[in-house]
Nanobody, 115 residues
Framework: QVQLVESGGGLVQAGGSLKLSCAVS????????MAWYRQAPGKTRELVAT???????NYADSVKGRFTISRDNAKNTAYLQMNSLEPEDTAVYYC?????????WGKGTQVTVSS
């Protein structure tokens, strides 16, 4: 069984920062891609950022220059540093991993940005 546990969400004022973490545990041979998605109320889930095992990253246009994704392969953990937060960033943030073709999701962590 593979489990993903997100942490670091919370309430922050516009312009503030938060850092999310996603710890992956269980029987893991290789984590290919780690990613963060988010889902705002009444909207579909959208990709925020991805990072390959090599370190190659990809970002949604809406967060480029403000968010940074990183990973610690030794700890099987992904991070999302979020700066200059905007009310539009309010959403539940989900961690996603690709385990050699097998997808797993975390349960999500709430991020609320007040204006």
């Amino acid at each position: 069984q593979v489990q993903l546990v997100e942490s670091g969400g919370g309430l922050v004022q516009a312009g503030g920062s938060l850092k999310l973490s996603c710890a992956v545990s269980g029987t893991i041979f290789s984590i290919d891609v780690m990613a963060w998605y988010r889902q705002a109320p009444g909207k579909t889930r959208e990709l925020v950022a991805t990072i390959a095992r090599s370190g190659t990253t990809n970002y949604a246009d809406s967060v480029k220059g403000r968010f940074t994704i990183s990973r610690d392969n030794a700890k099987n953990t992904a991070y999302l540093q979020m700066n200059s937060l905007e009310p539009e960033d309010t959403a539940v943030y989900y961690c996603y991993v690709d385990l050699s073709g097998v997808s797993r999701w975390g349960k999500g962590t709430q991020v609320t940005v007040s204006s």
